[in-house]
């Protein structure tokens, strides 16, 4: 089955630096990824969608400034936290979509997620 | 944005009995997904239904879709302490791609 990494799996922090995670489809293309953002005993909140060769669309309250995607390549999405602080201390989730051969998407596949702490 | 609301919020039972846990949504889907995620881990994919399926089985789990009621409901039948998790359902709407979550319903089986 499809397969979605992300590294890295954990990231600690100082509070006022940038912080890269990146999300990879290892055995499929994804012209489209998302990125999901989980605080601790809650749900997971979609943050944005990532577009190949195109810029990323955020969700109504997602700070598009500090929350910087690079969607590079078919197979490479990048999220950068940009001058982070203690309260962006999360689960981050990315996910990629495969399509059959006619085109027809098929369901997400959902990375293992990044624990990032910022102290 | 969250898509809807699952009941109960929280679920505990003794291990051998089923457990039933409910989700609503609120826009028009292409699929509806259930999820398993262990404290501080990833997703574990369950089921997939599509919006023109009503009922889907595998293994112990069975999930009914009721698209006129925008619901769905999980049973996981004689459950195990290993059942112990937060359950989420997870609607792809018919734009696209674009997955929404649920709150989630965390379910706790005493052995």
């Known amino acids: 089955g499809a397969v979605v990494s992300q590294h890295p799996s954990w990231v600690i922090c100082k509070s006022g630096t940038s912080v890269k995670i990146e999300c990879r489809s290892l055995?499929?293309?994804?012209?489209?990824m998302f990125w999901y953002r989980q605080f601790p005993k809650q749900s997971l909140m979609l943050m944005a969608t990532s577009n190949e060769g195109s810029k990323a669309t955020y969700e109504q309250g997602v700070e598009k400034d500090k929350f910087l995607i690079n969607h590079a390549s078919l197979t490479l999405s990048t999220l950068t936290v940009t001058s982070a602080h203690p309260e962006d201390s999360s689960f981050y989730i990315c996910?990629?979509?495969?399509?059959?051969?006619?085109?027809?998407?098929?369901?997400?596949?959902f990375g293992p997620g990044t624990r990032l702490t910022v102290t | 944005s969250q898509q809807g609301e699952e009941d109960p919020q929280a679920l505990s039972i003794q291990e051998g009995e089923n457990a039933t846990m409910n989700c609503s949504y609120k826009t028009s889907i292409n699929n509806l997904q259930w999820y398993r995620q262990n404290s501080g881990r990833g997703l574990v994919h369950l089921i997939l239904?599509?919006?023109?399926?009503r009922e889907k089985h595998s293994g112990r789990l069975r999930v009914t879709l009721d698209t006129s009621k925008k619901s769905s409901s999980l049973l996981i039948t004689a459950s195990r302490a290993a059942d112990t998790a937060s359950y989420f359902c997870a609607t792809e709407d018919t734009g696209g791609f674009k997955t929404i979550f649920g709150a989630g319903t965390r379910l706790f089986v005493k052995a």
């Open positions: 239904i599509r919006s023109n399926e």
């Open positions: 055995d499929f293309q994804a012209t489209t």
């Open positions: 996910s990629a979509g495969d399509t059959e051969t006619s085109g027809r998407p098929t369901r997400q596949y």
